[in-house]
């Protein structure tokens, strides 16, 4: 389930509705990215995030349902806020749910990565030295690699005996 918005969410609500009835759910992990204030030069004052509508929840669908496909899920969701906010405020929230944690803390890891580096979300800050818009980080971009499929290899000829 995607979500993209400008209020803000209930983490404990939403993890409730997503498991709500189920029992094949053995593991459950969240994630939730916030408004930090910073301290001196880089303290905020508030964080903007633009998107466009139709377009960013096209794309975040479509690397959730590459998640799903990746590790063995029985849900999933992303909540994206956008606008003006403060810091504290909730930006986003990431949950997975699997039969067991190892493919739900995994696909809760590739889909932040990803909503990091890549998501179409612009992000401009505003503090003491004026407002300035944000790119991505090549830490965030390195983050992001590892999930890159390996290219296909091509297969090695077999080798021939002389003597059969």
Known sequence: MIRVQSEDFDIGAEIEALRKGRSDIGAIVSFTGTVREG???????????????????????RIEAEAHERWPLQASLIVHRYGTLKPGDNIVLVVTASSHR?????????????????????????????????ASRDSDDAAKARWDKPTAQPKAKPKISAVE
């Open 39 to 61: 301290d001196g030069p880089d303290a905020l004052e508030s964080m903007t995030l633009e998107h466009y509508p139709g377009m960013t929840e096209k794309e975040l669908a």
């Open 102 to 134: 190892h493919a739900a803390f995994e696909a809760a890891s590739f889909l932040m990565d990803y909503l990091k580096s890549s998501a179409p979300f612009w992000k401009q800050e505003k503090g003491k030295q004026g407002p300035r818009w944000v």
